[in-house]
């Protein structure tokens, strides 16, 4: 894990090693393994950044399930314009599905609330939200989080899927902006 990288004209700074990663997602897959085994669900993974944390997660899971791919557009820069669009990519029927979103970090919930608002209108039988990251400081809303891998300080963060301007998301580890 190198000690700095430099992204665009910011440089970062360890984070969360990959090793942490990896034991946390096997301990929320542990739990899903006994909470959902029953219920079919339908994974939403929200693109682009919760594509490691999918596929990670996805591959400790030891039942038969499905998932799909979502995709919304709410972020530029350092901070969140709250402002989130339509959700495009959806396949296939969610009504009456037990739907579990997979979102990579949570900063002022505005894009998770709309999501779930979204899926609410498409008539799932019940939407259930597993965030990698949560910035609690950050909140601007209240949420509602059903697996929650790490709470972190509100400081910007990329690596494992998390971009600054679309690059960074390609490390396996997690770097936050260094002060
Ligand atoms: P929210 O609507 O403010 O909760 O923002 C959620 C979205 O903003 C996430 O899905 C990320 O795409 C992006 N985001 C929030 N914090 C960070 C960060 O620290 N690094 C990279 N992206 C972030
Ligand atoms: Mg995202």
Redesign the pocket.
């Known amino acids: 894990m190198p000690s700095v990288i430099t992204v665009w004209d910011k440089q970062f700074v360890p984070a969360i090693p990959a090793r942490e990663i990896s034991q946390r997602i096997a301990e929320l897959a542990d739990e899903m393994n006994v909470e959902l085994r029953d219920k079919n669900p339908l994974f939403l993974a929200?693109l682009?950044?919760?594509f490691f944390f999918a596929a990670d997660l996805l591959r400790e899971l030891d039942f038969v399930c499905e998932i799909s791919f979502v995709k919304l557009a709410s972020?530029s820069g350092l901070s969140s314009s709250g402002t989130v669009r339509e959700l495009i990519g959806l396949e296939g029927a969610v009504a009456g599905r037990n739907v579990v979103v997979l979102?990579?970090?949570v900063d002022t919930g505005k894009?998770i609330n709309q999501v779930v608002r979204m899926l609410k209108e498409m008539e799932v039988k019940s939407v259930a939200v597993a965030a990698l990251l949560l910035k609690p400081d950050a909140l601007q809303e209240q949420v509602e989080l059903d697996f929650i891998g790490f709470k972190v300080p509100n400081q910007f963060l990329v690596g494992y899927g998390l971009d600054y301007n679309q690059l960074g998301r390609n490390y396996r580890d997690i770097y936050r902006l260094k002060e």
Do not use: A, R
């Open positions: 929200v682009n950044g919760s972020y979102e990579d970090i894009t």
